[in-house]
Antibody
Framework: EVRLFESGGRLIQPGGSLRLSCAAS????????MSWVRQAPGKGLEWVSTLGAVVGETLYADSVKGRFTISRDSSKTILYLQMDGLRVEDTAVYYCAKDQTYEPEFDVWGQGTLVTVSA | SYELTQPPSVSVSPGQTARITCSGDALPKKYAYWYQQKSGQAPVMVIYEDSKRPSAIPERISGSSSGTMATLTISGAQVEDEADYYCCSTDSSGDHWMFGGGTKLTVL
């Protein structure tokens, strides 16, 4: 069974840093692009970042570019999202998602982890 | 910046057909993907590449795309189809991905 499990979310002050993790199992992790998608409380889905499978190409939403970094450890089958310079508007549930192709074809999602940025 | 536009809400009676639209200038060249999110749950992909349906998704859910508009159709909508639906695609460069604002489907 393909599974994704996010962790690392917590309450943090504005300007702080946080690293989210997404543990993957049930598929050949290194063969697939992986993405982060977030959802602010009561709001819609927002794509955050994608990491390609082959050459490790990265894409970022303008709202996080320069502050967030996506990466993976294929030996541990873990996807990461390093978040620096956090802002109140980054408060959201962060989902990791498996990409079936290097397109927004998110065929498997985790359950999400909540990041709250507040003083 | 590029945007995908959806109606905020659609309401139908059980057994009727629900249609949810998504408009975007790049849709003639880029695929649309559709996600269903029920209250308190993670999203689930219901349509990929405009009109393809994952094996676990019921046949009453279908997708189409023409010009700058993609459409999600739920034929014979059921109460269990009540959810928020989001379209997703990319801009013409493929470097910026985005979701539409979401459509709340009510079946009652």
């Amino acid at each position: 069974e393909v599974r994704l499990f996010e962790s690392g979310g917590r309450l943090i002050q504005p300007g702080g840093s946080l690293r989210l993790s997404c543990a993957a199992s049930g598929f050949t992790f290194r063969d697939y692009a992986m993405s982060w998608v977030r959802q602010a409380p009561g709001k819609g889905l927002e794509w955050v970042s994608t990491l390609g499978a082959v050459v490790g190409e990265t894409l970022y939403a303008d709202s996080v570019k320069g502050r967030f970094t996506i990466s993976r450890d294929s030996s541990k089958t873990i996807l990461y999202l390093q978040m620096d310079g956090l802002r109140v508007e980054d408060t959201a549930v962060y989902y990791c998602a498996k990409d079936q192709t290097y397109e927004p074809e998110f065929d498997v999602w985790g359950q999400g982890t909540l990041v709250t940025v507040s003083a | 910046s590029y945007e995908l536009t959806q109606p905020p809400s659609v309401s139908v009676s059980p057994g009727q057909t629900a249609r949810i639209t998504c408009s975007g200038d790049a849709l003639p060249k880029k695929y649309a993907y559709w996600y269903q999110q029920k209250s308190g749950q993670a999203p689930v992909m219901v349509i990929y590449e405009d009109s393809k349906r994952p094996s676990a998704i019921p046949e009453r859910i279908s997708g189409s795309s023409s010009g700058t508009m993609a459409t999600l159709t739920i034929s014979g909508a059921q109460v269990e189809d009540e959810a928020d639906y989001y379209c997703c695609s990319t801009d013409s460069s493929g470097d910026h991905w985005m979701f539409g604002g979401g459509t709340k489907l009510t079946v009652l």
